[in-house]
């Protein structure tokens, strides 16, 4: 194996250690990575603000961009269930069965590109607010607030299983008499 000698710190070291430059005569950099990567990192750190600004102000175009790409999604489609059209309560639903990688707006607010959110919004049928919640609750057999209260809390028990009693026994309805 030949090797090539870093103009930065002057080593000689195997051409595999050298990142490709198609300009150049060899099609390799003139500098080793590791050269490389130390002159990107003090790149980085001497323009770190610039940086910033870039990166921001590219998200911000993007999740315009997103935001309207949902916008127009949800103004073409109405909820399957029952026709509402509004968008302020229209969502997206992810299908029974299919994997669920992200929710579409946070996808689409945190700047993703309108291809992955795109991806996402085909796993998804368009529904009312209420719509929603009535096939939730039918996918998970009981209130999807207590389910997802029950799963955060390390319960897997059905919604057909009674709750368990509690360490210091049953409790009457007399001690909760809001409840009576």
């Known amino acids: 194996m030949s090797e090539k000698r870093c103009t930065i710190c002057k080593q000689s070291r195997p051409r595999t250690e050298f990142n490709v430059r198609r300009a150049s005569s060899d099609g390799l950099q003139n500098m080793c990575r590791s050269c490389n990567r130390e002159k990107a990192k003090r790149y ?22 997103c935001l309207e790409v949902v916008g127009a999604h949800l103004l073409s489609h109405p909820c399957v269930d029952c026709g509402e059209s509004d968008p302020r309560v229209l969502d997206f639903d992810h299908r029974d069965g ?15 590109s309108t291809v992955r959110v795109m991806r996402e919004i085909e796993m998804c049928d368009v529904r009312c607010r209420n719509c929603h919640a009535k096939v939730t609750y039918e996918r998970m057999g009981e209130n999807w607030r207590t389910a997802l209260m029950r799963r955060a809390a390390g319960d897997d028990r059905s919604a057909s299983e009674p709750p368990p009693e509690p360490k210091d026994g049953p409790r009457s309805s007399a001690a909760h008499p809001s409840f009576s």
């Open 44 to 65: 980085y750190a001497e323009n770190r603000a610039s940086h910033i600004r870039t990166i921001v102000a590219r998200k911000a175009v993007q999740r315009l961009s």
């Open 98 to 112: 299919v994997q669920k990688t992200a929710e579409v707006m946070k996808l689409a607010q945190d700047g993703y």
